[in-house]
């Protein structure tokens, strides 16, 4: 296979070369997990089945589960990886898993930075359809996606949950290696609201069966970005769901910038107001304390 399932494009066989996310051919996954830290209607009480895949198609620098998708790179030449061991590979014993744990949950699979094996989830979801399973499936992306893949996914996936991280391409160069970010995700947010639209239907318990929340985490010294990450959003349509975050914390030493620091009220007062200020009137924000209780360990299987 030479893989051309992100933008990147980069052709890689997975085999003998590796491309940019230096993922192989078969799925890894890190871990699969109950998770409650998700929006209310993804998680409700019981929490969701997330499937946090191994390796990302977006190196950035300040990730926050950097132990298992961070291959930190210059440019193109990502270096040898230091993150744990997948528990999970291949289709069989990533659907094991997921039906395992599936009864203790909402009944809700999410599957947590997917892009780069994007082609097996299609397999992924039918094993689950063959043992008589049928949860809502979450596609929990950075955003970073062709229009073809999520074409291609269409049939598989309930709810989309991108990322919208930059409106500003040399931010999306420097903290991501992927200048082309605003445009690209852009397009793979029309793509995802063309198939799902802006509502998001909810059943008698308040869970989302179907739909787009799109996040966007608030970055320290970074407060254009995010409003201009506004204007995109609200150019899309004034209802989307936005979840705007302000979890961000220093995952690593010696980062550039600000990122070295968590975000002041002001910095996330000033994008709430724009918020409000555009109409983007549904969804969730968060406390500022946020950034004290999402911090995943996954040298622990249970992460969070």
């Not at 997917?114 to 039918?126: K, M, N, R, T």
């Not at 639209?197 to 608030?218: E, F, K, N, Q, W």
């Amino acid at each position: 296979m030479k893989c051309t399932l992100c933008p990147h494009q980069c052709t890689a066989d997975r085999v003998e070369t590796l491309g940019f996310c230096h993922a192989h051919r078969e799925p890894e996954v890190a871990t699969i997990c109950i998770h409650r830290g998700e929006e209310p209607p993804l998680c409700g009480t019981k929490g969701i089945c997330n499937v946090f895949f191994s390796h990302c198609n977006l190196q950035c620098i300040y990730c926050q589960n950097h132990q298992i998708s961070h291959y930190r790179t210059n440019q193109t030449n990502p270096t040898s990886p230091t993150s744990p061991t997948p528990c999970f590979v291949g289709i069989n014993a990533i659907v094991d898993e997921i039906a395992r744990l599936l009864p203790q949950t909402e009944n809700m699979v999410g599957f947590v930075t997917p892009s780069h094996y994007a082609d097996s989830l299609p397999a992924i979801v039918e094993g689950l359809h063959a043992r008589g399973l049928y949860p809502t499936t979450i596609y929990n992306t950075g955003g970073y996606d062709t229009v073809e893949t999520l074409q291609m996914l269409a049939p598989y996936i309930d709810i989309y949950l991108p990322d919208y991280k930059y409106s500003l391409p040399d931010l999306a160069r420097r903290y991501s290696h992927a200048a082309d970010y605003p445009t690209v995700a852009l397009a793979a947010l029309r793509e995802m609201y063309n198939q799902k639209g802006s509502s998001l239907p909810t059943d008698d318990d308040g869970l989302a069966y179907r739909g787009i929340i799109v996040r966007h985490l608030v970055l320290p010294g970074q407060v254009e970005n995010s409003l201009r990450v506004l204007d995109s959003l609200a150019d899309i349509s004034l209802n989307l769901h936005i979840s705007l975050m302000a979890q961000y914390y220093p995952p690593l030493p010696d980062l550039p910038d600000q990122l070295g620091r968590t975000l002041t009220p002001d910095e996330y007062q000033q994008v709430v107001d724009h918020l409000d200020h555009l109409g983007l009137h549904r969804g969730w924000v968060q406390e500022l304390d946020a950034q004290a209780c999402y911090r995943p360990d996954f040298t622990h299987q249970q992460a969070f």
